[in-house]
């Protein structure tokens, strides 16, 4: 089956550093990757989506310069997270669509991001 | 906008016992419709999804689930539940956003605990 990986899985950093996160689908083309964010015992929130060689789209209420998002390849989309704040702790999800014709999107494991 | 309710925020089987979870959506049109599932700090997992045709969808480690248009609803089921199945399960619609791509709304997520 498809398998997207995320890197790192846990990051632990001091308020007003930059954190980047890699999102890489292994055994397929992505086109497009989605980035999500959940909080404790919430539901994943879609923050933007990625679409290779192109300026990513956000959704309302998230800021695209705090979150930089890069899908330099049909493989690979990394999310940095910039200025980090203790607000910004959070459970980050990607997920890429297999573009050979399944139709689905598939989930990286997620990246643990702890601002201090 | 398209929703998806999640009615039942925690539920407790016993391992053996059949299960059903449900999920209700709010879309104007046919949506994509599927469900995931996640283990405790871990990414999601696909578990069925149905886009069109026969109504009653098969996925893997044994759930199915039915869609009802009438009851715009699409909940999952399984006939016998094993202590590994005990997780968080998301109910997702997929909105069309063009360039052959889905966007996916999710639920809040029903945990399940399962007693031995």
């Known amino acids: 089956g498809a398998v997207v990986s995320q890197h790192p899985s846990r990051v632990i950093c001091k308020s007003g550093t930059s954190v980047k996160i890699e999102c890489r689908s292994l055994d397929f083309q992505a086109t497009t990757m989605f980035w999500y964010r959940q909080f404790p015992k919430q539901s994943l929130m879609l923050m933007a989506t990625?679409?290779?060689?192109?300026?990513?789209?956000?959704e309302q209420g998230v800021e695209k310069d705090k979150f930089l998002i890069n899908h330099a390849s049909l493989t690979l989309s990394t999310l940095t997270v910039t200025s980090a704040h203790p607000e910004d702790s959070s459970f980050y999800i990607c997920s890429a669509r297999d573009r050979g014709g399944a139709d689905t999107q598939y989930f990286g494991p997620g990246t643990r991001l702890t601002v201090l | 906008a398209q929703s998806v309710t999640q009615p039942d925020i925690h539920i407790t089987v016993s391992e053996g016992a059949s299960l059903e979870l449900r999920c209700n959506y709010s879309y104007g049109a046919t949506p994509y419709l599927f469900w995931y599932v996640q283990s405790p700090g871990q990414g999601l997992q696909l578990l069925l999804k149905?886009?069109?045709?026969?109504?009653l969808v098969q996925g893997i480690k044994g759930f199915e689930a039915e869609f009802k248009r009438s009851q715009s609803s699409f909940n999952l089921r399984k006939p016998s539940v094993h202590w590994s199945d005990a997780a968080e399960y998301f109910c997702?619609?997929?909105?069309?956003?063009?360039?052959?791509?889905?966007?996916?709304?999710f639920g809040k997520g029903t945990k399940l605990s399962v007693i031995p």
């Open positions: 997702a619609v997929g909105l069309y956003s063009g360039a052959g791509s889905y966007q996916l709304t």
């Open positions: 149905y886009f069109s045709g026969d109504t």
């Open positions: 990625s679409n290779e060689g192109s300026k990513a789209t956000y």
